[in-house]
């Protein structure tokens, strides 16, 4: 029984230290929540180890967690950052029970990281960056040192430092000269003598150590002197943390109010209005205008900048640029504004994927900005070829000057569906050419365009061996049924959408089984640099049966049965979709 009493509290003081560690990391964590308010809130450790791990994951792995978690990629993330930070932490705090100072040296440490990855991000231009993450580990490694300590003063074990620790000797007391003489008092009455077969009642320990090891075991001041600091630790930190955050939810709401209080202009240049029937409304079908709810979001920005309108400036500069220009956000509404819809498409997005949505853009145009910066394109013997935007989260992506000034659409884009663009998707302003993959055109919270050549820079995606240019391939996808449907035999309305930005869609074909490509009937066409629905009646016979679609594009291009993955220059191949027929 001694045995089991032993073990059972060897493990309740190993479950302490851990909880101890997990305290720790949390108060480490809430106090550098509270220290990035005075920095900025991209400088906490958990947004900046997380930034650090999206540009430090090869481009395949992005690929697939894009594939796996959809827009929620980014949670995961961060879940999977806290995790793994907990379970350091509570390593640390059983380690601290044998070498207090070394454990509390690896909470340090994990600061470092932090602090290293806060100012290793492109986004990063301060040292200051690197203070919430420090301030926070030295926070939680004083707590672990504090409360492992409280700990220890329960069990009275010395603490294992690499040398022995010494105890005093006790002092010899010095023997009497002589015997005093007992005084006659009334003797106490004799200690009942046990019952036959009953266990004797535990003499209390005499010496220091076993006191205080005794008062432990039966709730003493030595385990509620740790319950109650860990508990104090436990407040301090919510608290420390809600503050912070309730800090930066002030900013942020500066930012919402901000957004709230613009009134977009009436557009220069209208957007065409749409023809009757460039919308079949079927069910299961997408629609043509993709609403801002549902519009994809793929983006590395671990938190969603929030930017005041009133504050954002946007410079341009560079190779070629004669007259460098900085505007704010009241200098592009006064501008003339063009309204369109377009299309936009995912470099990430497989075969028949979900990233692709379209929208009704509101903007200025970028051609004529260049242009009244000087910009000349490379046909024209301007020096520049790329035009590098920046966003305020560090993202870089480069664009070719000749495309963005080709005459096409590209606009810097201020609205989205008759609204301001929602914050998910860059307000206050974002850059958009139609025609080109997202990672080459449409940077979100934009805030810096720098002309320069390809040779000269390579963009956040190059660098992790994406293509430099990258035009939007010829897709189409079936919508309805959806894969693995059940549908009843006889007609069957198989249903959905392709697009071939900047050059328009000119038929789709589907078949069923490998068979005989059948033309598909197309929705009345929208504008050019959108998609473009289609629907085919199929004579549905019973089994289980495989269809697949694909278009051919204005130039006369049919897409390619080849299967490709996304990388370097998005994907290729026939959608396909498998249906059982009763």
């Known amino acids: 029984m001694q045995g089991v009493s032993t073990r059972g509290r060897a493990a309740a003081r190993t479950a302490a230290a851990a909880v101890s560690g997990l305290l720790a990391g949390y108060a480490a964590l809430a106090v550098a929540e509270l220290v990035s308010v005075a920095v900025r809130p991209e400088a906490s450790p958990v947004t900046a180890v997380g930034g650090a791990v999206i540009d430090r994951t090869p481009a395949p792995l992005k690929d697939w967690a894009i594939r796996q978690f959809g827009t929620h990629d980014k949670l995961v993330l961060q879940l999977g950052i806290l995790a793994v930070l907990a379970l350091f932490?509570?390593?640390?705090?059983?380690?601290?029970?044998?070498?207090?100072?070394?454990?509390?040296?690896?909470?340090?440490?994990?600061?470092?990281?932090?602090?290293?990855?806060?100012?290793?991000?492109?986004?990063?231009?301060?040292?200051?960056?690197?203070?919430?993450?420090?301030?926070?580990?030295?926070?939680?490694?004083?707590?672990?040192?504090?409360?492992?300590?409280?700990?220890?003063?329960?069990?009275?074990?010395?603490?294992?430092?690499?040398?022995?620790?010494?105890?005093?000797?006790?002092?010899?007391?010095?023997?009497?000269?002589?015997?005093?003489?007992?005084?006659?008092?009334?003797?106490?009455?004799?200690?009942?003598?046990?019952?036959?077969?009953?266990?004797?009642?535990?003499?209390?320990?005499?010496?220091?150590?076993?006191?205080?090891q005794h008062a432990a075991s039966a709730g003493g001041p030595g385990r509620r002197g740790f319950l109650l600091g860990a508990g104090a630790v436990a407040v301090v930190s919510t608290g420390a943390g809600a503050l912070g955050r309730g800090l930066n939810a002030g900013t942020a709401a500066e930012a919402e109010a901000s957004r709230a209080a613009v009134r977009l202009p009436a557009p220069a240049s209208p957007a065409p209005e749409l023809p009757r029937g460039v919308d079949e409304r079927l069910p299961g079908l997408t629609p043509f205008t993709t609403p801002n709810r549902d519009f994809y979001r793929v983006d590395t920005a671990l938190t969603v900048p929030r930017l005041d309108a009133g504050r954002w400036r946007l410079r341009i500069h560079g190779k070629g640029v004669t007259t460098p220009l900085t505007l704010d956000f009241q200098d592009l509404l006064r501008r003339e504004l063009i309204e369109r819809d377009i299309t936009m498409t995912c470099v990430s997005n497989e075969v028949g994927g979900p990233y692709v949505g379209s929208a009704r853009w509101l903007g200025a145009p970028m051609a004529a900005l260049l242009r009244e910066a000087g910009v000349r394109p490379p046909s024209q013997g301007g020096p520049a070829d790329q035009l590098v935007a920046r966003s305020v989260d560090g993202m870089t992506i480069g664009t070719p000057v000749e495309t963005v000034m080709d005459g096409r659409d590209a606009m810097l884009a201020v609205g989205m569906n008759g609204?301001?663009?929602?914050?998910?998707?860059?307000?206050?302003?974002?850059?958009?050419?139609?025609?080109?993959?997202?990672?080459?055109?449409?940077?979100?919270?934009?805030?810096?365009?720098?002309?320069?050549?390809?040779?000269?820079?390579?963009?956040?995606?190059?660098?992790?061996?994406?293509?430099?240019?990258?035009?939007?391939?010829?897709?189409?996808?079936?919508?309805?049924?959806?894969?693995?449907?059940?549908?009843?035999?006889?007609?069957?309305?198989?249903?959905?959408?392709?697009?071939?930005?900047?050059?328009?869609?000119?038929?789709?074909?589907?078949?069923?089984?490998?068979?005989?490509?059948?033309?598909?009937?197309?929705?009345?066409?929208?504008?050019?640099?959108?998609?473009?629905?289609?629907?085919?009646?199929?004579?549905?016979?019973?089994?289980?049966?495989?269809?697949?679609?694909?278009?051919?594009?204005?130039?006369?291009?049919?897409?390619?049965?080849?299967?490709?993955?996304?990388?370097?220059?998005?994907?290729?191949?026939?959608?396909?979709?498998?249906?059982?027929?009763?």
């Open 89 to 212: 932490a509570m390593a640390l705090g059983v380690l601290a029970t044998r070498v207090r100072r070394t454990a509390s040296l690896g909470v340090l440490v994990v600061g470092v990281v932090g602090a290293l990855a806060a100012t290793s991000r492109p986004d990063s231009t301060e040292a200051w960056d690197a203070i919430p993450s420090l301030v926070g580990a030295l926070v939680g490694a004083g707590v672990l040192y504090w409360l492992v300590g409280r700990l220890a003063a329960g069990t009275h074990r010395p603490e294992r430092t690499g040398e022995p620790r010494m105890e005093p000797e006790p002092e010899l007391e010095p023997e009497p000269e002589s015997e005093p003489e007992p005084k006659l008092e009334s003797q106490p009455e004799p200690e009942p003598e046990p019952e036959p077969g009953s266990a004797p009642a535990p003499e209390p320990p005499t010496d220091t150590a076993g006191r205080a």
């Open 419 to 582: 609204e301001p663009l929602p914050f998910i998707h860059g307000f206050p302003a974002r850059m958009l050419v139609p025609g080109l993959y997202g990672y080459v055109s449409a940077c979100k919270w934009i805030q810096d365009i720098e002309l320069t050549t390809f040779d000269a820079y390579d963009t956040y995606w190059v660098k992790r061996s994406w293509a430099r240019k990258a035009p939007i391939k010829t897709q189409s996808r079936i919508d309805t049924p959806k894969p693995f449907a059940s549908v009843k035999a006889g007609t069957v309305t198989v249903a959905g959408v392709a697009w071939a930005q900047h050059k328009g869609i000119d038929r789709v074909e589907v078949r069923v089984d490998g068979g005989r490509w059948q033309q598909a009937t197309l929705a009345t066409e929208g504008p050019r640099d959108t998609w473009r629905q289609w629907l085919w009646e199929w004579p549905a016979r019973p089994g289980t049966h495989t269809l697949e679609v694909r278009a051919t594009d204005r130039t006369g291009y049919t897409q390619t049965g080849k299967r490709a993955r996304p990388i370097p220059n998005g994907a290729s191949g026939w959608h396909s979709v498998v249906v059982t027929v009763t």
